[in-house]
């Protein structure tokens, strides 16, 4: 079946530093990647979709400048939290999906992300 | 805007017993749906989705699901739980287009008592 293979899966940074995480799509080719954010016990909130070759659309309230989607190939995208402070600490999980809807959304195992 | 609710925040069931989480969601028209499973500091496993046809789907682990479109409701089932299903449950609805990420409910966290 198909798979996402999202790293790293935790990450520690210093305040102020980038960090990026990858989304791989392994035996598909992903039309369409989306990024969610998770905070503790809480569901997860959609903060942007890319499609291969072009640029993110980020939800209401995204800073886009603070979160750098590129979706450069078919099977990789990635999110660099830009200037990380303690706040955007949270669980950050990506989805890919290929052009049929039918085989649904496939979800990388997430990326745990503290900023100290 | 389409949203999902999830009712119960937390369910607790005695292993062995039948499982009914409850979904409901709000869409204009027939959207897709998903039953997603969600361990401590993992990805989400899809249980099962519904797209069309038939409203009782199956899913893998031995849940099922019943889409009720008068109800606007998409109910998991298990006829007996394992401990192992103790886990986080998000239903999730997605815009027939497909171009739009999920819309997820709040989550059910499920129990198992001994």
């Known amino acids: 079946g198909a798979v996402v293979s999202q790293h790293p899966s935790r990450v520690i940074c210093k305040s102020g530093t980038s960090v990026k995480i990858e989304c791989r799509s392994l035996?598909?080719?992903?039309?369409?990647m989306f990024w969610y954010r998770q905070f503790p016990k809480q569901s997860l909130m959609l903060m942007a979709t890319?499609?291969?070759?072009?640029?993110?659309?980020?939800e209401q309230g995204v800073e886009k400048d603070k979160f750098l989607i590129n979706h450069a190939s078919l099977t990789l995208s990635t999110l660099t939290v830009t200037s990380a402070h303690p706040e955007d600490s949270s669980f950050y999980i990506c989805?890919?999906?290929?052009?049929?809807?039918?085989?649904?959304?496939?979800f990388g195992s997430g990326t745990r992300l503290t900023v100290v | 805007a389409q949203s999902v609710t999830q009712p119960d925040i937390h369910i607790t069931v005695s292993e062995g017993a039948s499982l009914e989480l409850r979904c409901n969601y709000s869409?204009?028209?027939?959207?897709?749906l998903f039953w997603y499973v969600q361990s401590p500091g993992q990805g989400l496993q899809l249980l099962l989705k519904?797209?069309?046809?038939?409203?009782l789907v199956q899913g893998i682990k031995g849940f099922e699901a019943e889409f009720k479109r008068s109800q606007s409701s998409f109910n998991l089932r298990k006829p007996s739980v394992h401990w192992s299903d103790a886990a986080e449950y998000f239903c999730?609805?997605?815009?027939?287009?497909?171009?739009?990420?999920?819309?997820f409910g709040k989550g059910t966290h499920l129990i198992i008592q001994p």
């Open positions: 989805s890919a999906r290929s052009g049929q809807v039918l085989y649904g959304y496939t």
């Open positions: 035996d598909f080719q992903a039309t369409t």
């Open positions: 890319s499609n291969e070759g072009s640029k993110a659309t980020y």
């Open positions: 869409y204009g028209a027939t959207p897709y």
């Open positions: 519904y797209f069309s046809g038939d409203t």
């Open positions: 999730a609805v997605g815009a027939r287009g497909g171009a739009d990420g999920l819309t």
